[in-house]
């Protein structure tokens, strides 16, 4: 678990850890993040249509022995809840989850309240918390 305060140079560490392949749900507060994802080639960036969606491509391709990371928004963490409880848990699919933290709005607020606990909850250790100042956007 890893907290960041911003998306800048993200990609850049991530692909210096080995990370190959990315796939998640646009969030504006991960929008550097996802600018730079736009210069890998094709078959190294999917953006996905729903959270659990972007685990299980993830997953798929972590199988394939291609290290893997979904980013989301927090507002959408619930939706990978299943997936990884029932996916990658059981059968040690390690993905790395890249959660934009937005928690200043109300329709925010509860998710951002228990994002990190959730996550430890389930025994989620493999993720950044990117809790920028764009919680509005």
């Known amino acids: 678990m890893k907290i960041v305060t911003s998306d800048s140079g993200l ?3 991530l692909l210096a850890d ?3 392949f990315f796939t998640g749900v646009p969030d504006s507060g991960l929008k550097g993040f996802i600018s730079d994802l736009a210069q890998l080639p094709p078959d190294r ?8 969606e ?19 928004q927090n ?6 809840i299943n997936p990884l409880a029932s996916l990658c848990i059981p059968h040690e699919i390690d993905l790395l989850l890249v959660v934009g933290h937005r928690h200043t709005l109300p329709q925010h607020r509860v998710m951002g309240d228990i994002d990190q606990s959730l996550l430890e909850l389930l025994g989620w250790d493999n993720f950044i918390l ?8």
Request: glycine share 14%; with cysteine.
């Open 11 to 13: 990609l850049e560490s």
């Open 18 to 20: 080995g990370y190959e």
């Open 45 to 52: 960036h999917v953006t996905a249509t729903w959270e659990a």
């Open 54 to 72: 972007a685990v299980a491509i993830a997953a798929g391709a972590s199988l394939a022995g291609v290290k893997s990371c979904v980013y989301l």
């Open 75 to 80: 507002a959408g963490l619930g939706h990978t």
């Open 130 to 137: 990117v809790a920028g100042e764009n919680n509005e956007g």
